[in-house]
Structure formats: C-alpha cells, structure tokens
C-alpha cells in the first residue's frame, strides 16, 4: 500500500512540476516524450509480468501442486463434500447432459488452522486448476473503488493465467472474505466496502459455463455469520463445507501426516498424543510435531522422543517456559496448589491425571493437565460439577496446609464462574430454565454463589483426609519439578488402592501392559 501511494504521490508530482515548467514558459515536450517512453516500457514489462502489477502485488498464483487432499487429515466429511462438488467440475462434459449447472463458489468456513487453505490448493490440485489466493484484507482500501478494481483484476488475472498456463479451470481462492464480504451498511463513513462486495456479486454472478476457462471461487472464513446475505443465497456460494476442529482420529491422523517427516522414537505414541490434545486444530498440531523435533534437536538428539511430545504439548497449551524463579515459599505454594488440583481431579475421575509441574510457563507458575477420556461435546451437571471442584481444588490445598490462599487461584475462580454461568444457562441450576436476559443480575450472582459454595464444600471434605499425602507428594514435586500422571497416582496413593478405573493392580502393571498392547 505504500508502494502504491508512493506511486500516485510520484504521478501526481510530476504532472504538477510539468505544469509549473509550462506556466514559466519552459518546452516541456522533450520530458513528455521522455516520460512516454519510460511509461510505455514499464506498461509492457508488466503486461509480460516482468513487474509486479501496482494495486494487484499481493494476489499471487501459487503452483499448488504438492498439496493433495491426503496430506490433509481429519477431515474426510469436508473432503467428500468439496470433491463431490469439484466432480462437478472434472466431469463437466456428462453433467452438461443432465442440465446441471457447475458450481461457481464454495463456502469453507470453519475455526482458524483447521485446513481451510489447504483443502482449497489440494482443490486446485485436483481439479488441476490455475490457483490465485488472496485475502479479504487486500481488498480494502481507503479510496473508494480501488478494492472493485482489485476483484475485476482477481478474476482477470485468474483467466489469464488459465490461458497462459494452458489449463481449462481456475480456482479463485479468498480467505477471510468476512473482511469484504461483510454485511452491506455494515461500515458507516465510506462506501468502499459495500462496492466492493458488490464488485464481487458481479463477478460471481458473470461466471459462465461456456466459458473456456470455468473459474471457480473458494472462499474461507472463520465468520460465516458475518457474511451479506446477497453472497449467501443459491447461486453464489452453492456449497458450504464445514471445516471443523478434528476428532480424536483425525488428530491422530495429522500428527501420523506431519510426522512422517521425523525419525521417531519407539516410545512415541501418537494415539496417546492425540488423546490429550483435545481443542488442538490441524494448526496446532503441526506446531506441536515441528516444536517437539526441535526440542528433540536442542538436546542433540538423533530421534525425536515421547518425552519431547510432552513438552511440545506443554508449550503449544500453555506458552513458553519462562526463566523465572519463585522464590522457595512461594514453589512450595505452587507444588501444594498443583497437588491439590490433581489429587481432587483423581479422586472424582480416576485416571484424569496427565501430568502436574512447577515450572512457570506462559502465564502460569505452575499447571497440571489432564487427559481427557474422550472427545466430549455435551457436559452432565455431574461433569461441570466435578471440573468445578478440580479448579477450586488448588486453592483449597492452599488453604488446608497454609490456612491461607493466594492469588494464584485467580485464574482458577474465573474458570468455576463461567462453568456455573454454564449450569444455569443450561437450566441446570435450582433456577431451572430461566431466560438470562431476564435474570436480574443479583439473582444470577446468588446463584453463582450458591453453586461454588456447594463445591467448597465437597472438596474441602475431599481433602481433609490426605493433608499428610499432599504434604509428601509436594516435597516429591519440589525435587523433581515435574511428575507424570502414572507416578502421582504412585506417590498419592502409595500403599492404597489405586482408584485407577477398574483397577485391581498397580499402575506400573497397567502401565506395562499398555505398552506390551
Ligand atoms: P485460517 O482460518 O487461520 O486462515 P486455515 O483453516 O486456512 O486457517 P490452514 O492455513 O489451511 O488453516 O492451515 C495452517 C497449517 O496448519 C497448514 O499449513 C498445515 O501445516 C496445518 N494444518 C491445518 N489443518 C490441517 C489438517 N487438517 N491436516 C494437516 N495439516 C493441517
């Protein structure tokens, strides 16, 4: 954009000195022919693409070849519906038959760093289509019609390329088209916006079938929601595929994708890795492998380990580990606090622990995972009930060894607000269902009260019988700074029954046995 202003600023200059230089009586044709000639030269160069087109630099045509739909994963449903939809496109010669119109957009929208990129230049791949990628930021300018031109160029250049590259299709790739795409009146001040959604309408709508290049527009976006109704209706984006975050499978099947890359260690389990790494996007996980290989790297490793994983999880969740050192207290504090979580959240769902640490990183001091059990979309009032007393655990243990609390729990209390918000909202609280609008703000407040109270209760009676336990276990966490589930459970439960889900033996015994599987 500078670039460009620089530009109009050197033209518009010039104009102004020639015509001073006119008025003072100067022969100004010899600069004009000078200034032809220059300007003639550079408008053939960028015709031949030798230099970069002024209001049009970012738009590029990316040889997209190396992406194919299987080095994406976990996402077979979204798959399916767009290469059904580009089918449309690769056998158009038989659906002309049956009268049925090729698409002219598809709609991918879905979290950010699910793959929507991706699944668009694996579609150009696999249509094999020219490729031009652009983003919905290009577009807008401050000078109204500057972003117009920009689509009528996309759209040009996409069928240029087309013919130059000898190929029959184009895809026209627009991530976060929310940005140009936005309801219409949306932006008061100027009508930028609005001509330039309306340019876009125009092109899709000057899609045609016969042409000899079919172009086809894939758009993305996090905020479907956002977008003018005129670019939702039938006819503009046809398909609408949603790209979610992955399930448990398809996690495992990105890390098995941007692991192939890496020498492994035997003890890596990618299975267990993706168990844990719930919420994770394809984003995500790609940044955990690549942070896990160079943790592998630093330590001269030759293999990347499980125990790189682990801390590559650690990293990707919670931020990098931070060089400071709380002063003796205050670790001890942290090891209570941390014990306390994760003893409150074996008890209620034996198991859960994954791994408890009191080194500071992001903006903790100190953190215990869990593992979830599974994927879980739809939470029980048990479930939220339980997470409540896991966070509120921390500060308890505090309480119970210090009979004092501290600031740490902040973060903590704010997580059991919002899950009671949750219960309430859900009609799962003594309100029953209730419009929250409505709710006066006090009453929302007693409930709120009410409901962590309750769960205070629960866990102080929780932890009453194991303040020598934490005691121990803090001590053990103090000299080894970090302790995995299956040594917690060890240490906390030491000589007792290990309230391991249907466990009759020891942990070391399943531990073995999972490995042996
Ligand atoms: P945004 O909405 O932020 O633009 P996006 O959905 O377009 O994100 P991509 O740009 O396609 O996400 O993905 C970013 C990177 O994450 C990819 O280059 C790839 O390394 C990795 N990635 C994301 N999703 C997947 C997936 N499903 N399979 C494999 N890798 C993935």
Redesign the pocket.
Known sequence: MIKRNVKEIGLGSGIAILGFLLWKGYDVLPFVFILGFFGAVYFLAQSKGLVKSGGFQEVTVNNCSEVAFS?????ESAIKELKEALDFIKDFENIKKLGIRPLKGILLT?P???????MAKAAAAYTDAVFMSSNGSEFIELYAGVGAQRVRKLFKSARENAVKQNKDNAIVFI?EIDVLGGTRGRHSGHMEYDQTLNQLLVEMDGLKTDESTKILLVA?T?RADMLDPALMRPGRFDRHVK?DL?CKDGREQ?LR??TRNKPLAGDVNLQDIAKETFGF???HL?SLTNEAAIYAFREGQKEVGGCHFKEAVDKVMMGEKLDKRPNPDELKRVSVHETGHALVSELLKPGSVSTLTISPRGNALGYMRQTPEDDIYLYTLEYLENEICVMLAGALAEELIFNSRSTGAANDFDGAVHLSKKIITAGMSPLGIISTESLPQEKMHNVITDILQKQEIRVREILAPYSERVIEVTDILLEQERLSGVDFRKYIFAGEKIPHPGDTQSDDVIEAEAEAV
Do not use: F
């Open positions: 080095d994406i994963g976990g996402q879905g950010p760093g699910t793959g929507k990129t991706l991530d993305a996090n790209v992955p990105i994708i941007h996007s394809g984003a790609e």
